[in-house]
């Protein structure tokens, strides 16, 4: 699995849909939609494959895309894409509908695509569409060529009064270089009272400790204008987390009127463990977002994520060379400590090349994990003030850490051996150590 796709409320319950290779663990291969619902956004049943790629425009790609949900109906809007091999452009990308009535069976348009964008082929994809007063609005992820002959992304916006026919009405935003040559799954919405633009830029090149994945997902922030339809951007990008996986991301807006983002808790041409055990992927635990008043998104874990908790495992001060058992490598780590004081948590695993370290440095200013090897180390800034506070959420295969209020984040894959301990390092200091069990996300057979 991996892009999610389709993500909604329908009659009171989460639905993901999420790019999906039935027939192997081991590639992406052909992708289709597979599904799975929610009434907690931890609690997920798996439903039937939504979408085949069985249509002359989606025959090699039931691409990613987004939903709307209507009076009961789910319109699900994605990119059909088809390989044209020996040809050039070698694929064509069309914006294709489908529908679901029961939010389980789903029928695909009769006259399909409904936006063909010739002239932005051939990498044109990843529709999220939206409804503002009484016209729809879709925002769709490009590359063109410049008149220097270079390879840019873009986001376009198109504008529908009927969710069928489709103008567009401006370019949101465009690389003038620094920002690779796709934009990928963009998004945009309205939170406090700005415009967000999130997307996932193809081609960013590494600056320092920036910018290190395959792949970026990151946002501008901006003041945006439904009559001109004009994005001013008032920041510029910057990434959404700062770990090894983290991309694609969707978000919606649900009946409590929370902005929650879900995103792919992986990278491309990565692989990991777990292809052997017959799956490969899973997503982000559920945040809601929030813009602070220096128009940074902080992200928070829903609170739903309460019902995963399963016992209190120590509360207490941690001091430096203190060790915990994670049992079953799973646990949720909760730290406060002086912001004056450097702070290093080991995770140690029986193979200590699968061992993980998460550092604070007092000094520098900044807040790192490391999960080794050639590129292990992911790094950021981050000045807390007075108190230090961490919350560390541990799957069997994934860590996601919190800083602050969540103005940090880093989501990383991790793979330990045998029992995992927890570990403080020499000279840490922790005034408050909680320690948690919380029930598996993931089950391995």
Request: hydrophobic letters at 35%; one cysteine or more.
């Amino acid at each position: 699995m991996n892009d999610p796709n389709g993500f909604c409320v329908y009659k009171s319950e989460y639905h993901l849909f999420y790019q999906y290779n039935p027939n192997s663990s081991y590639e992406p291969g052909i992708a289709h939609w597979g599904h799975a619902k929610s009434s907690d956004l931890f609690t997920w049943e798996n439903l039937p494959i939504a979408m085949y790629p069985d249509k002359s425009y989606d025959r090699t790609g039931v691409f990613s895309g987004s939903a709307l949900v209507e009076d009961d109906i789910m319109f699900l809007f994605y990119t059909g894409n088809v390989n044209l091999p020996g040809s050039t452009p070698d694929h064509e990308q069309q914006q294709a509908l489908a529908i679901s009535k029961d939010g389980i069976n789903v029928t695909k348009y009769q006259r399909n695509p409904i936006l063909k964008g010739l002239e932005h082929q051939p990498n044109i994809r990843d529709p999220k569409v939206w409804k503002h007063e009484n016209s729809y609005y879709m925002v769709l992820g490009n590359s063109f060529v410049n008149e220097l002959n270079q390879t840019l992304g873009r986001a376009l916006l198109y504008k529908s009064d009927n969710k069928i026919t489709w103008e567009q009405v401006s370019v949101l935003h465009e690389s003038n270089g620094d920002l690779g040559y796709m934009f990928e799954c963009p998004d945009f919405f309205e939170l406090d009272g700005k415009y967000v633009l999130l997307f996932s830029p193809q081609g960013v090149k590494a600056e320092g400790d920036d910018y290190k994945n395959l792949y970026q997902t990151g946002y501008i922030v901006g003041d945006f204008n439904y009559s001109t339809y004009e994005f001013k951007p008032l920041t510029q990008f910057r990434e959404l987390d700062h770990g090894h996986d983290f991309y694609a991301t969707q978000t919606i807006l649900d009946k409590s009127n929370r902005r929650i983002v879900i995103a792919w808790n992986d990278m491309w041409e990565t692989n990991y463990p777990e292809q052997k055990e017959g799956f490969t992927g899973q997503m982000t635990i559920a945040r809601i977002l929030l813009l602070s008043q220096k128009l940074t998104l902080i992200q928070k874990p829903v609170d739903e994520v309460a019902k995963i908790l399963d016992g209190l495992v120590f509360t207490g001060r941690g001091m430096g060379g203190q060790g915990l058992i994670l049992k079953d490598n799973i646990g949720l780590i909760s730290i406060s400590a002086s912001a004056e004081r450097d702070f290093v948590l080991h995770f140690e695993s029986e193979d200590q090349s699968r061992a993980l370290t998460i550092k604070y440095d007092s000094q520098n200013h900044t807040v790192s994990l490391d999960r080794g090897g050639e590129d292990g180390l992911r790094r950021t800034r981050w000045s807390p003030v007075n108190v230090m506070n961490m919350n560390i959420y541990v799957d069997r295969s994934s860590i996601e850490l919190f800083c602050g209020e969540g103005e940090i984040t880093f989501s990383s894959r991790y793979f330990p051996v045998g029992q995992s301990i927890l570990r403080l390092g020499t000279g840490s200091v922790a005034d408050i150590l909680t320690l948690s069990s919380i029930k598996p996300t993931v089950y391995l057979n």
